[in-house]
């Protein structure tokens, strides 16, 4: 982290009075974060990377790419196993990489925080294990309609398994969920709630307190999707009171093939474990098994150790850029994007804009009336922009606004307000091309 706190202190040198440089303050906290990240360097067609598929994945910054090489070249030994000091000090980093977690999310202790190979992955873990102990024929799931397909698929597998049904809180035109239809979901049937922070593909942050809180009454368990949520704000999972919470190293600035699931010690403790295999059990006999405690019980086999440990320069490095001056000037940023690209995307001609409304994050989903999402990103990706176009893992989301693809914009605080007027001055470029 050296290197970061060495470009933070140099923030700002072009000015010592803040009151009329935010312009210079911004450029420059960007820039120094811009440094942290190589791939921001390259070029694609001929012309200097955009990269706006942040939500997909982030690049990755210095300090995560070093410790990935110095582990792969060195500090490599099986984790937990051995008694020899080159495994003490793998072990030593990849539990140390759950305590960064822990400390990130607010977890209570280390035992809440689980390491899986991704935010599908823990799901895939909580409505597996979940509905095997808890969910019988007639039970429902209710799941938020803006979820991506890794929270819809591992619900409708495990209530089939169980004869059990998944029930949809609707969106509102505006992709906000539709809050007055929750009373109307929720009753004695209902045995988990499923929600979405924020939509991979709305951008939206969804008012989780009031949809926590209306569960809890009925003695319900909420589990969240954070693979979007906690790259944007801060996550107290105590705060929050959610029972499971799941996220992504690779869209945190971590190594791809990473993911935590956090959940409370009471559903963590009396669910049986998701896969069997080494490093899970207490004791093995051919009759009989035990399970190890918590976490270890639902971390069967080799993990990915190298990629679980970059969770710590990862986190360390957004600690970094949400304090202080430069965590202002980040916010000013995407603040200042964001208000940029929704007037920007209204003025185009035919543009829709979808989860166009307040407490949005720096990520835009739209379509251009007479242009198909697909040929306006290649178009975009000759002019050097990287977006995504498709469905975005969330098909029930394009059937709700009626259409089958759209193209996805979405922004990390290493790209600036030159980047956003560069894509739409391509966009227009590109519009004026397919009409
Ligand atoms: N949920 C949301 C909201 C997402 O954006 C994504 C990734 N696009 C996922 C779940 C799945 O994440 P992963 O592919 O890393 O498991």
Known sequence: MKLFTTFAANLCFLCVNRKHCSYFCIMNAIENIRKLFPALEQEMNGK????????ATSQKPLPVIGLIERM???????????MYRLSDETTALYEGAREEVRKFINAP??????????????????????????????????????SHHSNIVPWQ??????????????????????MDQLQDMIDRRVRLVAATQISNVLGLINPLDELILTAHRHDIPVLVDGAQGVVH????????????????GHKIYGATGTGILYGKKKWLEE????????????TVTFERTTYAPLPLKYEA??????????????????????????????????????????????????????????????????????????DIAQLLDKMGIAVRSGMMCAEPVMTRFGTTSMVRASFAPYNTLQEAQYLIDCLKKAVKMLR
């Not at 200097?48 to 939500?55: E, F, G, M, Q």
């Not at 792969?72 to 051995?82: D, E, Q, T």
């Not at 209530?159 to 539709?178: F, S, T, Y």
């Open 48 to 55: 200097k990377l955009v990269y706006l598929d942040n939500a």
């Open 72 to 82: 792969n070249s060195g500090i490599n030994a099986n984790v937990h196993r051995a």
């Open 109 to 146: 202790e280390r035992e809440n925080v689980i390491f899986t190979s991704g935010t599908t992955a823990s799901i895939n873990l909580v409505a597996t294990c979940f509905c095997e102990r808890y969910v019988n024929e007639g039970d429902v799931i209710v799941i938020t309609a803006d």
């Open 157 to 178: 597998l495990a209530c089939g398994r169980k004869g059990a049904h998944v029930r949809i809180l609707p969106l509102k035109d505006n992709g906000e969920w539709d």
């Open 233 to 248: 704000m801060p996550v107290d999972v105590q705060e929050m009171d959610c029972d499971f919470y799941a996220f992504s």
């Open 271 to 282: 669910m049986p474990p998701y896969m069997g295999g080494g490093d899970m059990v207490g």
């Open 301 to 374: 086999g080799t993990p990915d150790f190298i990629g679980a440990s970059s969770f710590k320069p990862a986190l360390e490095f957004v600690g970094n850029i949400r304090e202080g001056e430069t965590g202002k000037e980040v916010a000013r940023s995407e603040k200042e994007i964001t208000e940029y690209m929704r007037r920007a995307l209204r003025e185009i001609d035919g543009c829709i804009l979808y989860g166009d409304a307040e407490n949005k994050i720096p990520l835009f989903s739209f379509n251009v009336e007479g242009c198909h999402a697909g």
